[in-house]
């Protein structure tokens, strides 16, 4: 499916994945160095959840497998239709958005808290918010950044992340399974700033560097914050 680079800075998405992060910090010394963190810290489940089928048009051979619960939790269509397509097109994502849709998060769309962002989730409302303007992107890029912001609910126990190092390897926990879903799907229907940057990732992830790509892409955000109240 995914086709990495063997000799330095191998990874792989899926279930090795969900037992191996990388470490941002040991990354910038080394460039590259495998460093073995603590398994994905998920929800404690609150509400039952189920899988169902949708039917999306032509989408997955006529039949999408989804969530049950979605169409509750997620408060805007098109976002549920990307949500949809992930889950079936990505297998190995569906254990983060099972684990988010247990916690009960809802998903919709509303502004920002930053001119840098485009979606967040929030830890303290349980909450994926998703910047309006991107409902005009492709669903390949929608799916990809909800795929990013499930990541960071399915590890809510860990959104509130302790220190600069943390925030990084939070990010890169993110943005490969972002980068996953991205590659999961059928190719885009078109071309967007969005598509570029995702096609981008992708690159960075087979050749190796994304963990760099991250260090850079996140660098205000994890080192501008201000750590020395967190616990
Ligand atoms: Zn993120």
């Known amino acids: 499916m995914l086709n990495l680079k063997p000799a330095r800075c191998r990874w792989r998405l899926g279930r090795p994945l969900a037992g191996v992060l990388l470490g941002a910090a040991a990354l910038a010394l080394t460039g590259c160095t495998r460093v073995e963190s603590p398994a994905p810290v998920m929800s404690a489940p609150s509400v039952p959840v189920r899988e169902q089928t949708y039917e999306i048009g032509d989408w997955c051979g006529g039949a999408c497998l989804g969530l049950e619960n979605w169409p509750y939790q997620v408060k805007d269509g098109r976002l549920l239709f990307a949500l949809i397509l992930a889950y079936d097109y990505a297998p190995a994502w569906r254990e983060l958005a099972q684990a988010c849709a247990a916690g009960d998060a809802t998903v919709r769309t509303g502004a920002m808290f930053s001119d840098h962002s485009v979606a967040h989730y929030d830890v303290v409302r349980n909450e994926i918010v998703v910047d309006p303007s991107l409902l005009a992107e492709p669903e390949t890029v929608l799916a990809a950044i909800l795929a990013h912001e499930v990541a960071h609910c399915a590890q809510r126990a860990a959104a509130r992340v302790p220190d600069a190092a943390s925030c990084f390897r939070r990010e890169l926990f993110a943005?490969?399974?972002?980068?996953?879903?991205?590659?999961?799907?059928?190719?885009?229907?078109?071309?967007?700033?969005?598509?570029?940057?995702?096609?981008?990732?992708?690159d960075r992830w087979q050749d190796g560097t994304l963990g760099d790509l991250v260090l850079t892409t996140w660098q205000d955000a994890c080192l501008g914050e201000d750590w020395s109240d967190a616990a």
């Not at 980068?179 to 570029?196: D, G, I, K």
């Open 175 to 202: 943005v490969e399974w972002e980068t996953h879903v991205y590659a999961s799907l059928p190719p885009s229907s078109h071309w967007t700033a969005w598509v570029m940057g995702l096609e981008l990732r992708h």
